[in-house]
């Protein structure tokens, strides 16, 4: 019962924060991604990741080309997501250009093939040092509100048990817009918690 509710205050949550998006123009959308740009390549956590996983964003999200843009020329191991059916991968890119000529998906989201022969996160015998995770809203305090595929949770659950010993930093980039309050995002025992959330105002 209490899932039940859990379930329909984040679908409420969910289609309140896409009209809120909805309504953001690509100028408010490009300002606050240059800030946030800034504030992730100086965050520590970043410049001390040799293997960081990234989001290709879309339209209505904080752009990330340039933090991508920014690994490359730091020499850093740049992983992207690639989805089929409910799996989720963590795949390796090798430069931009490989990035430029990614298929689009039908969500018009940039993605590597899933049957491509691409290094893999989870069986390179290294993991992840750093997570940039996408969301639909968040807490100052690190909860976050998924799209509701569970994608992120179960891959950051699976990380962790593949690698115990890895110190691994979570970390999310949201529009000034995504941020919520403690009691507005409800949070059950299988989302996991973020170490740091970066907006253009912290």
């Known amino acids: 019962m209490a899932a039940t509710i859990q379930n329909g205050l984040k679908v409420a949550l969910r289609k309140h924060m896409k009209e809120i998006l909805s309504c953001l123009t690509p100028e408010v959308i490009a300002k606050q991604s240059q800030v946030v740009t800034s504030r992730v390549l100086q965050n520590e956590a970043f ?3 040799q293997r960081v996983s990234i989001y290709l964003s879309t339209s209505d999200e904080l752009d990330t080309t340039a933090i991508i843009r920014e690994m490359f020329r730091l020499e850093k191991m740049v992983f992207v997501p690639s989805y089929q059916g409910t799996k989720m991968k963590m795949v390796r890119l090798r430069d931009m250009q490989e990035y430029e000529g990614l298929p689009l998906t039908k969500w018009n989201i ?3 093939d899933f049957k491509e022969n691409r290094e893999d996160a989870m069986t390179n015998g290294h993991g992840i040092d ?3 995770v996408p969301g639909v809203a968040f807490t100052r305090r690190g909860d976050r509100l998924g799209h509701g595929m569970g994608y ?3 891959y950051l659950k699976q990380h962790a048990d593949k690698y115990p010993h890895k110190k691994t930093t979570i970390m999310a980039l949201a529009l000034n817009e995504q941020i919520v309050s403690n009691e507005e995002l ?3 025992e299988h989302d996991v918690r973020l170490n740091c959330v970066v907006t253009e105002k912290s």
């Open 47 to 49: 410049r001390q990741a």
């Open 110 to 112: 940039k993605q590597p």
């Open 130 to 132: 750093l997570f940039i």
């Open 152 to 154: 992120y949770d179960k």
């Open 186 to 188: 409800p949070v059950e």
